[in-house]
């Protein structure tokens, strides 16, 4: 339906993910053309992770992304989509009271959950050396925040630690009993170094778990499969779409500036009527039509009668 009555109710279907067995593979995406596209792929779910958003502003990901801003670009996607869209809150946009307002922004454009991490800001990259973390305690607060002010008790709070690479994968594991006693619903220990580490985490951690499949950083790149046997509940590729679009938009450019046309790059595009099917193009002509002949029906039947 083009122009919807009401939204899914994202987290609610968010939720019955997390009943179900079996792994939910997450793509990032960072507006709503990627996010489009990833349901018509058949994924279950999307990932708006702060690092591609922030990059597709040529910025920096150091925190620099305003909660207005990310509330803006997530309003598009849930308007774009039907599967549960997962936001990337980075560390809440402040303290505790700051948590709560974020989880009530992204509540009310339809976000299915948020992600809050426990680095201090600015933060960095969690695949990167030179970070911090905050107390445990300081992130359980937000973490308590968070789930105090959600208006659905669907609404998914995912708490990531950065502690592994920080002050180790003890204090992660103790963080990750923490946080869950706080009321997050989901792990995600982040930049975990070995396949060992993976399994280990989740042997520890009795919990829904998240792991991140990023590339170019300290994590191994483990296929979904071998995660689910591990136990973890979701996998997310937050950064891979803008990578390779990147790189494509790198290619086709020097093409251009190289050769002065794009004519050889022709069957290595998305086509026209692949992108109108993609956005309902003709469904949307349709319905300017079909409202434009039923206005039509009835002022010339209003002049044929009461203005004749």
């Known amino acids: 339906m083009l122009f919807r009555k ?28 990627t996010a489009l596209m990833a349901q018509q792929l058949g994924f279950r779910a999307v990932y708006v992770s702060g690092a591609a958003v922030t990059a597709s502003m040529a910025l920096p990901d150091l925190g620099l992304i305003t909660l207005d801003e990310m509330v803006k670009t997530v309003k598009y996607i ?37 992600q809050l ?25 937000k973490i308590r925040a968070a789930v105090e002010a959600r208006r659905s008790p669907d609404f998914v709070i995912i708490a990531r630690t950065d502690a592994v690479g920080v002050t180790g994968f003890e204090d992660a594991v103790e963080r990750a009993q923490l946080y869950l006693e706080a009321g997050a619903d989901v792990i995600f220990p982040e930049a975990l170094r070995t396949e060992e580490e993976f399994r280990e985490f989740a042997r520890r951690v009795k919990a829904p778990l998240l792991a ?4 170019f950083g300290v994590s191994p790149l483990i296929p979904a499969r071998r995660l689910e046997e591990f136990g973890y509940k979701f996998v997310i590729f937050p950064v891979t779409a803008l990578r390779v679009a990147m790189h494509a938009i790198r290619e086709v ?29 003709y469904d949307y002509e349709k319905l300017d039509t079909e409202i434009s002949r039923h206005i039509d029906n009835i002022y010339k039947s209003g002049r044929g009668g009461r203005h004749g």
């Open 78 to 114: 849930v308007d774009a989509v039907d599967v549960p869209v997962i936001v990337d809150a980075d560390t809440g946009y402040g303290e505790a009271l700051n948590v709560m307002r974020a989880v009530r922004e992204f509540e009310a454009v339809g976000a299915a959950g948020i």
């Open 117 to 141: 991490e426990d680095q201090v800001l600015p933060k960095k990259c969690g695949h990167l050396s030179g970070k911090a973390v905050v107390p445990p305690d300081e992130m359980a607060k």
């Open 212 to 215: 991140n499949m990023t590339e």
């Open 253 to 281: 450019f020097r093409a251009i500036m190289n050769e002065g046309t794009q004519a050889r790059w022709l069957d290595k595009m998305f086509t026209r009527k692949e992108l109108y099917d993609l956005v309902k193009y």
């Open 6 to 33: 009401s939204r899914a109710d994202g987290a609610a279907l968010l939720r019955e993910e997390l009943r179900r067995p079996g792994i939910v593979l997450v793509p990032g995406v960072f507006n709503a053309l």
